[in-house]
């Protein structure tokens, strides 16, 4: 029986602190971005010698995804730009150019077939990965898009922003929100949709984390545990729980029974 609270296995290899993490969907393998400024991949079935994936230009890589058929990892860069890698390759395939100063968050949808991004001055870009042209560009705050996520089937899109607000999007139509509340006192650093359920979660630099009805953007549930800002949550797969880390070190686990 796992004992819990105690770590299945550590990696060890970057130099300085791990920025991000890309799991795959069946746990094989993980990508990780460093301050050393490398990319590495982890084998989780062999436990080898992580594999160092060479960047073009020698850039600082930040935040990581993977797309839903595990084919394709995402890397935003410290310049605007993402790339697009060959989760079995390990080789570049594309680069998309945000025309941004520095991406905050980026994102595949679940259908895999577009990226969003948020920019530090609140500029929203949507791609469409097969063309890797333009779907969406609009501004969607008047500050810096912290976090952003796509509805369980790839038509709406959440933004969290530094100015303390959430909007919903129907970007397939509209660069108009469809609602906007000023969700927390501080940064709103993370979000999450619910994997079933019309909900959707929130965490904020003022150590909250709150739990939304998407229909009218009711606050379902408030969660005060950390005693430092929030810096990411997710719902299990099965919805039934929603985790969240923070600065101070800890990781909250919620049940959402009801």
Known sequence: MMEFGHPLNTLTGHELGVISLAVSKQAEYIFSSSFDGTLRK???KNNTTPTIIELENSYQPWMLDIN???EVLLCGR??????LFGTQTNKLMRTLDSDAKFLLS???SPNGK???CGAENGIVTIFDVETGEYFAKFEAHAMGIRS????QDSLLLLTTSEDGQVRLFDYHHSDTPINTISAHKSWVLTSAFHP????????SSDKSVKVWDIRNFENLHFFDSHKDQVCDICFDPLGQQLV??????SICFYRLDN
Request: hydrophobic share 40%; with cysteine; glycine share 14%.
């Open 42 to 44: 982890w084998d989780l």
């Open 68 to 70: 839903g058929g595990d």
């Open 78 to 83: 410290d310049n605007g730009k993402l790339d």
């Open 106 to 108: 980026a994102k595949f």
């Open 114 to 116: 577009l990226i969003g």
């Open 148 to 151: 952003l996520c796509f509805s």
């Open 196 to 203: 079933s359920a019309p909900i959707f979660a929130t965490g």
């Open 244 to 249: 969240s880390v923070s600065d101070d070190q």
